[in-house]
Nanobody
Framework: QVRLVESGGGSVQAGQSLRLSCQAS????????MAWFRQGPGQEREGVAR????????YYADSVKGRFTISVDNAKNTLYLQMNALKPEDTGMYYC?????????????????????WGQGTLVTVST
């Protein structure tokens, strides 16, 4: 079981940036698909971005494309989400998730049901 711990959330004004981190432990030799999801107040959990832990096959939701960048540092077992030009609608709890490698080859699908390991979340609040 992969253990995931997020950090880096905070309160910022619109237009500013944040970088989220997700520290992973308990890895096996298996390869993983890593992802970021978010859940706003009263909303369902939605996919933001995903990447194979090799650093390939990055995919972004349309709502964040061009503003967010997902990356991985395998030497540190850490997944990142660089968030630029933040908007109030980006507000929510952000979760890191890990799933089997095949999930990263499913085209535009980014569903929470495909991921079995989750962090506790880190809160991002963007004000006007």
């Amino acid at each position: 079981q992969v253990r995931l711990v997020e950090s880096g959330g905070g309160s910022v004004q619109a237009g500013q940036s944040l970088r989220l981190s997700c520290q992973a432990s308990g890895y096996t030799d298996s390869l993983y698909c890593m992802a970021w999801f978010r859940q706003g107040p009263g909303q369902e959990r939605e996919g933001v971005a995903r990447m194979h832990d090799s650093g390939r096959n990055a995919y972004y939701a349309d709502s964040v494309k061009g503003r967010f960048t997902i990356s991985v540092d395998n030497a540190k077992n850490t997944l990142y989400l660089q968030m630029n030009a933040l908007k109030p609608e980006d507000t929510g709890m952000y979760y890191c998730a890990a799933g089997p490698a095949i999930v990263c080859r499913r085209g535009s699908r980014l569903s929470p049901t495909d991921f079995g390991s989750w962090g506790q979340g880190t809160l991002v609040t963007v004000s006007t």
